[in-house]
T-cell receptor, first 113, second 110 residues
């Protein structure tokens, strides 16, 4: 059963702590993406990766880190430097980067207090 | 700066009517435009893709138009049903990514 998974669904952290969100896909897609969604707003691109061992900053990369050591995995670390980390985080993948349809995971809702 | 605007935050229509959602963009020259559906608390799901050289695309009760002169796409759902209630996002291709609009929340009332 192919797809993209994110875990956990809900995550709570104290301010000042780093936290890592998991994203795994078994679709054999080269490209992967991380978005942030705030209430009433669209998806804002944090980072994307076109291929293993490569990634580029999106519009709001400050305070976030990613790695792409394996084709199927693209974890996102929300660091303590991120000013407003509470949000809904979505991971997506596509066969190649750019214009191809994106497959989204179920999302992780992060709450930092 | 590049901007994607979807006509309104919310649209309410009666079951059986046609819903029309608008996506306008500025300072873009997209070759492709996509529409996604998003249910509350879930990830978006791809619906349709239309290329710049295509005027119209259909899939079952869905129809998308793409006017590169007006810099606008229209998304139609005919014979709407309460199950069509969701937020609909348009997305435009960038260099190596997609950029999404804020979405329009559609409510279809029985």
């Amino acid at each position: 059963d192919g797809g993209i998974t994110q875990s956990p669904k809900y995550l709570f952290r104290k301010e000042g702590q780093n936290v890592t969100l998991s994203c795994e896909q078994n679709l054999n897609h080269d490209a992967m993406y991380w978005y942030r969604q705030d209430p009433g707003q669209g998806l804002r691109l944090i980072y994307y990766s076109q291929i293993v061992n490569d990634f580029q900053k999106g519009d709001i990369a400050e305070g976030y880190r990613v790695s792409r050591e394996k084709k199927e995995s693209f974890p996102l670390t929300v660091t303590s430097a991120q000013k407003n980390p509470t949000a809904f985080y979505l991971c997506a993948s596509s066969i190649l980067a750019g214009r191809y349809e994106q497959y989204f995971g179920p999302g992780t809702r992060l709450t930092v207090t | 700066s590049q901007k994607i605007e979807q006509n309104s935050e919310a649209l309410n229509i009666q079951e059986g009517k046609t819903a029309t959602l608008t996506c306008n963009y500025t300072n873009y020259s997209p070759a492709y435009l996509q529409w996604y559906r998003q249910d509350p608390g879930r990830g978006p799901v791809f619906l349709l893709l239309i290329r710049e050289n295509e005027k119209e695309k259909r899939k079952e009760r869905l129809k998308v138009t793409f006017d590169t002169t007006l810099k606008q796409s229209l998304f139609h759902i005919t014979a709407s049903q309460p199950a069509d209630s969701a937020t609909y996002l348009c997305a435009l291709d960038g260099d190596n990514d997609m950029r999404f609009g804020a979405g329009t929340r559609l409510t279809v009332k029985p």
